[in-house]
């Protein structure tokens, strides 16, 4: 079975700082991985994604994750946060084919003035 | 509306009550998810239905739990006999194509179910 495991449940920085958010799943197979945000008091909504290609993935906002096979490993990175970032980050995965798509336990993150 | 609609947005209830949450997708997805959020244990995956297929109940926690898609749209989603543990906010997404293929689900703002 599918298993996503995200290292830190809580993650506090000062604005304009570097973050990593980490993400490691278990597999064998090919996987498709998203991150997905949770803003306060919002749903969540999809951030970024890996299908295949390119293993590196951007968002709109300038998050970006890569993919790495190897380390079974798809963390969120941002080199300069804003307050506007404090949410709840979610990485997620599903098997090639499969429709069941598994999340992590979320990491909160926080930015501070 | 555009957006998955859920209802109620909160619900309490007394232990043994039985309680129906509802979800009504964005008009035209095919797929339809149900997960449960408890604080500290991220999102679990619940049921999942796709078109006509036969449901995917694999995270349904006990048969106290059942959930069914009327017409290929809105679902319903019981707890009979509901207990403390239950408590927690009912998350329902929907996606165009399979979800786990995209990856693109749109989800709802959840039902904040408490038990006391």
């Known amino acids: 079975a599918q298993s996503v495991t995200q290292l830190d449940s809580q993650v506090p920085v000062f604005e304009e700082a570097p973050v990593e958010l980490r993400c490691n799943y278990s597999s064998s197979v090919s996987v498709y991985l998203f991150w997905y945000v949770q803003y306060p008091n919002q749903g969540l909504q999809l951030l970024l994604k890996?299908?295949?290609?390119?293993?590196l993935v951007e968002s709109i906002n300038g998050f970006e994750a890569e993919f790495n096979k190897s380390q079974t490993s798809f963390h969120l990175r941002k080199p300069s946060v804003h307050i506007s970032d404090t949410a709840e980050y979610f990485c997620?995965?599903?098997?090639?084919?499969?429709?069941?798509?598994?999340f992590g336990k979320g990491t909160k993150l926080t930015v501070n003035p | 509306g555009a957006g998955v609609s859920q209802s109620p947005s909160n619900k309490v209830t007394e232990k043994g009550k039985d309680v129906e949450l509802r979800c009504d997708p964005i008009s035209g997805h095919t797929a339809l998810y149900w997960y449960r959020q408890s604080l500290g244990q991220g999102l679990e995956f619940l049921i999942y239905?796709?078109?006509?297929?036969?449901?995917?109940k694999s995270g349904l926690p006990s048969d106290r739990f059942s959930a069914e898609r009327t017409g290929g749209s809105v679902s319903t989603l019981t707890i009979q006999r509901t207990q403390q543990e239950d408590s927690a906010v009912y998350l329902c997404?929907?996606?165009?194509?399979?979800?786990?293929?995209?990856?693109?689900?749109?989800f709802g703002e959840g039902s904040r179910l408490t038990v006391l």
């Open positions: 997620a995965v599903t098997k090639g084919g499969s429709e069941k798509l598994v």
């Open positions: 890996y299908l295949s290609g390119s293993t």
């Open positions: 239905f796709q078109g006509n297929s036969a449901p995917d």
């Open positions: 997404a929907s996606s165009f194509f399979s979800g786990g293929r995209t990856g693109e689900l749109f």
